[in-house]
């Protein structure tokens, strides 16, 4: 996948900016994180994508211990050049199993008091990476390869501190946030993704 957006991703964007001079991404940065622990958070803007239970945006839910690859989708779009991103709305990350071809997910993240403040926003920023990634023929046939994909708004009102058990964070965790809500958003519905504004991602 980090050749794919650094190659393909690139020369689609080059080609939707026909009046600038085109970009080579092949020494691009893709920041990542293999991760499979069976309960962990993640965070933007952090030296590690990876945080304790509870200590994150979004907590991920991985009791088979699934190897998931987190790729800073973010900071990759940030590294172009202003005039080549410019009015690009991109998405914080891109996560997908790897041990298995079982899930793909575009999450944004937010810890605001008011989720309803932010949804508009965290859809668009969903709906538009979605679009690039699956216009990009050579990503869309990666993506297509996994069955379940979602499209993830995750909003934490705070950080939690994460009790010395893992169940027992997990628990925690539970009982403070709100139940998934799933959103019929046709932009993102017709792309085969499901849309859900949740802080807990499941991974089976």
């Known amino acids: 996948m980090m050749d794919l957006l650094k190659i393909h991703l690139v020369e689609y964007i080059n080609s939707t900016k026909k009046h600038i001079p085109p970009f080579n991404g092949s020494e691009m940065v893709v920041r990542n994180e293999q991760i499979s622990d069976p309960l962990f958070d993640i965070q933007d ?8 239970a509870g200590a994150g945006s979004a907590t991920y ?12 989708y973010e900071d990759f779009i940030d590294q172009l ?3 080549n991103k410019k009015y690009i709305k991109k998405c914080d990350f891109i996560a997908y199993t790897t041990d ?4 793909f997910i575009l999450n944004e993240l937010s810890q605001s008091g008011s989720p309803s403040s932010k949804f508009s926003k965290a859809r668009e920023q969903l709906r538009e990476s979605l679009f690039y990634l699956s216009d990009t023929p050579a990503i869309k046939s990666f993506i297509d390869t996994y069955p379940e994909k979602l499209c993830v708004f995750s909003n934490k009102k705070e950080v939690i501190e994460s009790p010395d058990g893992m169940a027992a964070a997990f628990e925690v965790i539970k009982e403070y946030l709100p139940d998934p809500i799933i959103h019929d958003y046709q932009p993102i519905t017709k792309k085969g993704f499901i849309f859900v504004e949740t802080a807990i991602v499941s991974v089976e």
Not at 45 to 52: C, D, F, L, S, Y
């Open 81 to 83: 050049p202003d005039e």
């Open 45 to 52: 803007k952090k030296p590690t994508i990876k945080q304790p």
């Open 61 to 72: 839910d991985n009791p088979n211990g699934r190897q998931l690859l987190f790729i800073d």
């Open 100 to 103: 298995t071809h079982s899930i």
